[in-house]
């Protein structure tokens, strides 16, 4: 399933709500700030309910720290959604893990214990990541349904149907 940064179709509600974390020195992850930049699935009709967070710092550009995936419903949503495929185990769907098939570095195992110990017990954070999925699923399914119009408006003008321009003369 093709993810995508929130803050792509988002820009203004992602610069104020996107999470972050300073870390302060003398802990044993380099110090500074670290950025939850949050990934949403853009496949049209997909009902995940899941989340992949990129945790980035500002220094290292777009060099992803840790990869955390987190899935926000019940183990029995997951296993009833994944009925549709063999290659999804229900057990790695639910709450966060470090997504084994993405990019990690030495320090996501302790991002990932930040992200559940401190970001994910933040009030209202795991509200904010469930109504940034609808706003950003509403979009996906909205631009889905736009194209499909477009493309039933192209097929309905085939050359036989199109309007004739009237000469004058």
């Known amino acids: 399933m093709p993810m995508a940064p929130f803050m792509e179709r988002f820009p203004e509600l992602a610069a104020r709500e996107t999470r972050s974390l300073k870390v302060p ?21 997909c009902d ?14 777009w060099k992803v720290w840790a990869s955390i ?10 296993q009833k959604w994944a009925h549709t495929s063999d290659l999804l185990d229900p057990l790695e769907w639910q709450g966060p893990y470090l997504d084994p098939m993405a990019e990690q570095t030495q320090y996501s195992p302790l991002l990932l214990d930040l992200f559940e110990s401190i970001v994910l017990q933040s009030p209202g954070y795991e509200q904010r990541l ?39 003369g």
Request: glycine residues 10%; positive net charge; aromatic residues 12%.
């Open 130 to 168: 469930k109504n940034h999925y609808q706003t950003f699923r509403a979009a996906v399914e909205q631009e889905g349904a736009d194209w499909n119009r477009t493309q039933r408006d192209a097929v309905g003008r085939s050359p036989a149907r199109r309007p004739q321009s009237k000469r004058r």
């Open 69 to 78: 995936s987190y899935g926000w419903e019940s183990m029995d949503f997951y």
């Open 25 to 45: 020195r003398g802990t044993p992850l380099p110090h500074g700030d670290y950025g939850f930049i949050e990934l949403y699935c853009n496949e049209p009709g």
């Open 48 to 61: 995940c309910r899941r989340v992949t967070i990129l945790v980035l710092r500002p220094h290292t550009g």
